[in-house]
């Protein structure tokens, strides 16, 4: 029965805020273990995709949490409870992301991407060689907080690969000032702070960020709707693909693209143009006498988009073996693109590396 006294507001609400920060703060900086590693815990996930936005790489992102989180311990006394821990931490992630890109280990150069036939093309996407695919079942888990749909819907959207790619050509600052104001919502003095960067600075940045990205991002972007989870005709889309891919059935399969469609190569920095020319390239390995072996193909979902792992059983052999990735942007109900990646990714989507053959049906 409710007594009428306690009538939670917005300044009850704050003050419970500041008293559990003040409290963490507290139990950090005397070095409790147990009580850093709930909070960090509950924040790694969505530390990971922050690190992804910023260097591209799913491994590299792994290995940058584990950097924020040692850092962040390492420097423990200077987590005070004023600003949210989830703060401090993105703080330290920013700027060790920010470390790594300016050190020889991990400088990333963008690549000039080449056609089929070795000349010169352009695409945000395969001149970024060391872009990886981030599983769904990950992305689940870095939900925002509070569930609040809009900042979902942001947040889903700003992990598609065209928009991955593009920010990758951003200069690391400018990324930074990017992804932390228009992707985590920060304001301009806000991440001036995190920075060390005047807000008129960080506006600037954020400024010439943008119109870069106008330029790399395709020019349907605009058109594009938040990248929820694929809707069931992006997966009836997905079953229709890799039904023909197993059977070999190159009809079905031109019939799934469109005139200029494109797929992409980040790993080997190559482009192909057209329906044409992405037919051209599958049709030693699917038709005839199948020379590469008996290709499969299962369903999987990565960067919120439809995707597919390939396997091949090469003759003689009692197992499949993982080959690559195609993750698929599907517009107006036809294959607009097809972006494809080495197999690296699959453990952590929850796929081998190598299946049996019972183990590949679908």
């Not at 693909?241 to 190569?265: F, I, K, N, P």
């Not at 599907?330 to 080495?342: H, K, S």
Request: proline share 6%; hydrophobic share 40%.
């Amino acid at each position: 029965m409710g007594t009428g006294g306690d009538v939670e507001g917005p300044e009850n609400t704050e003050r419970v805020r500041q008293a559990a920060g003040e409290r963490a703060a507290g139990a950090v900086r005397a070095g409790d273990e147990a009580a850093f590693a709930e909070l960090a815990e509950s924040c790694r996930h969505e530390l990971r995709v922050h690190c992804y936005r910023m260097l591209g790489s799913f491994t590299d992102a792994e290995d940058m949490v584990q950097e924020t989180l040692l850092r962040a311990w390492r420097h423990r006394e200077t987590f005070r409870g004023r600003a949210p821990f989830r703060a401090w931490l993105y703080r330290i992630a920013t700027n060790a992301c920010l470390d790594a890109l300016d050190g020889p280990a991990r400088r990333r150069e963008i690549t000039a991407a080449v056609d089929s036939a070795g000349g010169s093309a352009r695409s945000a996407t395969a001149e970024v060689t060391w872009l990886q695919p981030y599983p769904d079942r990950l992305l689940d888990l870095a939900g925002p907080a509070g569930g609040d749909p809009e900042a979902a819907a942001i947040a889903r959207e700003t992990v598609e690969l065209a928009f991955l790619a593009a920010i990758q050509h951003l200069p690391p600052r400018q990324r930074a000032v990017l992804i932390l104001r228009d992707v985590a919502g920060w304001s301009a003095p806000e991440t001036g702070e995190v920075l060390e960067m005047s807000t008129a600075s960080v506006k600037s940045a954020l400024q010439r960020a943008r119109a870069t990205l106008r330029e790399k991002l395709p020019e349907r972007r605009t058109q594009w709707r938040a990248a929820m989870a694929p809707g069931e005709s992006e997966r009836a889309l997905l079953r229709r693909y890799v039904t023909a891919s197993r059977r070999g059935d190159m009809r079905e399969l031109a019939a799934l693209l469109r005139e200029d469609a494109r797929q992409t190569m980040p790993p080997a920095h190559l482009v192909f143009d057209g329906r044409a020319a992405i037919l051209d390239m599958w049709r030693p390995v699917l038709e005839g006498d199948r020379t590469w072996g008996d290709w499969h193909c299962v369903p999987l979902a990565v960067n919120r988009q439809p995707a597919v792992a390939n396997y091949v059983r090469r003759p003689g052999e009692d197992v499949y073996t993982a080959v690559n990735i195609d993750v698929l942007c599907v517009e107006d109900g036809l294959i607009a693109e097809i972006t494809t990646f080495g197999p690296e990714a699959l453990p952590a989507a929850g796929l081998g590396l190598t299946a049996r053959p019972a183990e590949t049906t679908a």
